[in-house]
C-alpha cells in the first residue's frame, strides 16, 4: 500500500546528486598519437557481418577496427574479449560507471575484473553530432543488455534464434570449436552500436527509437590489447520498431581492420593489468 510522504520529502529530494566515479583521474588516452598512427595505417582484413547473424574478428593490440553502416540503418551489439583467454571480457556496466550511459570519441571499454584496463579506446564517432534529443536518448550504449530467446520466451512465448544473444553464440562457437553450451556463458553484455537509446523521465524504463545511423557511418576504435572481437546484426535493423523477429528491416555491417605502420606507435605499450593486490583484506 502507498505511504504518506515525510514533512522533509522535497528537502530529501532537493538534495544534489554527487557523481559516483569521477572521471578526473582516469588514465586518459594519447588520442593525438592514435590518430596520427590512423592517418598512415594500412587496411588489414575486412568480414561483411549478414543481417540477423554475428561474425567474429581479430585485432591485435596497437590495430584499428571500424564498424559501419554500409546498405542502410543497422545496430550492431559488440562483444570483446582478450585473444588469449576469455575469461577477460568487456564490461558494460563499469565502463556506463565510469563514462556514463553512452560512448563516444575518446571513451573506453574496460573490461572484467580482476583485470579492470581498457580493451579498446573510440577514436571516431560519425554520429557524434546527434548528442541526446529530447527524450533523453542517445548513441552508442552500454545500457541495454542485448536481445536474447530467453526473454522473448518470457515476454511473447516462441523460440526465436535469431536475436544477439544466440548470434553471438553461434559465432563464438564457430570461432573457437567449443560447443554451444561451452559459448554461451562468455557471452556478456555489449556495447550497442548504433543504436539510440535512453530511459523515460516519467517511469525510468529503457526504450529504443530509430538509429539516426545511415550508410557511410562508423565508430571506429584502437585495440589497446589483443583482441578478439564478435559483432550481431540485430534483427531489429534500426530499432525503430521491434526486435527479436524477423518482422524488421536489416542490413550487414562492415568491420575492417587497419594495422599501424611498424615505427608509429614507438614507445608505446598494452595498458597493464589492474594493480589492486587481489587479497580482499585476507
Request: glycine content about 8%.
Amino acid at each position: 500500500m502507498p505511504f504518506d510522504p515525510p514533512a522533509d520529502a522535497e528537502a530529501r529530494r532537493a538534495v544534489a546528486p554527487v557523481i559516483c566515479y569521477p572521471p578526473d583521474t582516469l588514465p586518459a588516452p594519447d588520442l593525438a598519437l592514435y590518430l596520427a598512427t590512423r592517418a598512415r595505417a594500412i587496411k588489414a582484413a575486412e568480414i561483411l557481418v549478414p543481417p540477423r547473424e554475428a561474425a567474429c574478428f581479430s585485432v591485435p593490440a596497437g590495430h584499428f577496427f571500424r564498424i559501419s553502416s554500409v546498405e542502410g540503418p543497422q545496430v550492431g551489439d559488440l562483444n570483446l574479449w582478450h585473444a588469449s583467454t576469455l575469461d577477460e571480457r568487456f564490461y558494460s556496466g563499469k565502463t556506463r560507471a565510469l563514462h556514463g550511459t553512452h560512448l563516444t570519441t575518446g571513451q573506453r571499454m574496460w573490461s572484467s575484473f580482476p583485470h579492470l584496463r581498457p580493451m579498446a579506446t573510440i577514436v571516431a564517432d560519425t554520429l557524434d553530432w546527434y548528442g541526446k534529443d529530447r527524450f533523453g536518448g542517445s548513441v552508442h550504449d552500454v545500457i541495454g543488455t542485448r536481445c536474447d530467446p530467453y526473454t522473448g520466451n518470457l515476454l511473447a512465448g516462441g523460440q526465436y534464434h535469431h536475436c544477439c544473444h544466440s548470434n553471438l553464440t553461434r559465432a563464438l562457437a564457430d570461432q573457437t570449436g567449443m560447443s554451444l553450451a561451452e559459448a554461451e556463458p562468455y557471452v556478456h553484455d555489449v556495447l550497442n552500436v548504433f543504436m539510440c537509446t535512453g530511459f523515460t523521465r516519467d517511469t525510468g524504463q529503457y526504450f529504443m527509437k530509430a538509429s539516426p545511423v545511415r550508410p557511410g557511418d562508423y565508430l571506429e576504435f584502437f585495440a589497446e590489447i589483443d583482441l578478439l572481437g564478435a559483432l550481431s546484426a540485430c534483427p531489429g535493423g534500426d530499432c525503430s520498431t521491434e526486435h527479436s523477429s524477423d518482422a524488421a528491416p536489416c542490413y550487414p555491417l562492415l568491420i575492417e581492420t587497419f594495422a599501424p605502420d611498424a615505427t608509429e606507435l614507438n614507445g608505446w605499450q598494452s595498458p597493464a593489468l589492474n594493480r589492486y593486490d587481489g587479497s580482499h583484506g585476507r
